[in-house]
């Protein structure tokens, strides 16, 4: 059972990586082709290469395998696929690695609720603004805070630091984080990084995809805003840059200020605004690649392995089908005693 474990957590990884290091090599180019909103859906990609090893079809025998590439890579590849096939290793070490798995995914976790825990005591007494929105003397940039609900955590001096106008882009960048539900995005991305935390490409797609969070958010409020709104939104961007050395960030939390050097959030600000069909058709479009990709990850694992799914029916149907089959052979003792 721990030797099954080791190996679905094997195949787990290997999917969820092909599927980030795909994320990282379209999310530049399809940012350029459909826009910021609609090339962050391929984010999809990730979660759906997970869920689709829960699928029978994951299980389907293909026939001479995938050959992915000729040659010696193709040899590579076979070689990591059957360097990650652990069903057969001895259990004593199947049981010692699932160990080190879990205490480093609990000791994640405890990590991850006491930096949390942190952030939300630096912020403060919060105190509830009129406008819906909460105000702090130790918050140094607006934020969204928390995923279920989140809320929005505004610094004191933010009627003296921003504009009027300002003042309505920053909130606007804030409810569109609410509204495409990114806190929720945040949180499984945190689950993600306490189940993968040996996985060095999960800790960059969490970083990636707050990024692109942002950028997906500053395009929706200038579509809605209107072109000119550009030169206010990059003044407000400018105000809240401080010192990286005085940040404190949390993973239940869309800070406001820019994770990623501000020149390039900026470049891309200026990039041309996509219309409402072209923007309808990249999302089709992204989420068709994500749900492709998702799929075609799953065949580039050793075929005719047993599925997440078959795994957990199989053992059913074996609590199910045993004691029917021993009756019926009992039956047929009884039979031939007679």
């Known amino acids: 059972m721990s030797s099954l474990a080791l190996s679905n957590l ?17 999310r530049t180019p399809l940012r350029r082709v ?35 590439v000729p040659g010696p890579l193709a040899r590579l590849w076979s070689d990591l696929l059957a360097a990650l096939s652990l069903a057969h290793q001895p259990a004593g070490l199947a049981v010692g690695a699932i160990l080190v798995w879990a205490a480093g995914g609990i000791a994640m976790l405890a990590l991850s609720i006491h930096r949390q825990r942190e952030f939300v005591r630096s912020l403060g007494r919060l105190a509830l603004h009129p406008d819906g929105t909460w105000r ?10 928390g995923a ?11 009627d003296l630091r921003y504009s009027p106008e300002e003042r309505d ?26 189940a993968f935390w040996f996985n060095p490409l999960m800790y960059w797609a969490a970083s990636s995809l707050r990024f692109d969070q942002d950028l997906a958010c500053d395009a929706s409020v200038i579509v809605s805003a209107g ?15 401080i010192p990286r050395s005085s940040w404190m960030t949390a993973e239940l939390a869309c800070h406001w200020r820019s994770a990623h050097p501000l020149t390039r959030r900026i470049a891309l600000l200026n990039q041309p605004l996509t219309g409402r069909k072209r923007h309808v058709l990249g ?28 795994h957990a029916s199989g053992a059913a149907h074996a ?3 045993c004691p029917l089959t021993l009756r019926r052979l009992a039956a047929q003792r009884a039979h031939l005693g007679h």
């Open 169 to 194: 882009l920053v909130l606007a960048h804030e409810l569109a984080h609410v509204r495409r539900g990114d806190p929720l995005a945040n949180a499984l991305s945190a689950a993600c990084l306490c």
């Open 10 to 26: 094997a195949r787990l990884t290997l999917a969820m990586s092909l599927a980030v290091l795909f994320v990282g090599l379209v």
């Open 148 to 158: 279920l609900p989140p809320r929005i955590v505004l610094p004191l001096d933010f």
């Open 34 to 68: 459909v826009g910021a909103r609609a090339a962050y859906w391929v984010w999809l990609a990730v979660p759906i290469s997970a869920t689709v090893l829960w699928l029978p079809y994951s299980a389907m025998p293909r026939a001479g395998g995938l050959t992915v």
């Open 136 to 145: 702090s003397a130790a918050a140094q940039e607006p934020m969204l805070v």
């Open 283 to 310: 999302i089709l479009l992204v989420s068709s690649l994500a749900v492709s990709a998702a799929f075609a990850t799953d065949v580039l694992l050793p075929p005719g392995s047993p599925s997440l799914a078959q």
């Open 319 to 321: 609590t199910k089908v």
């Open 227 to 241: 072109a000119p709104a550009r030169r206010r939104y990059v003044a407000a961007l400018v105000k809240t840059q």
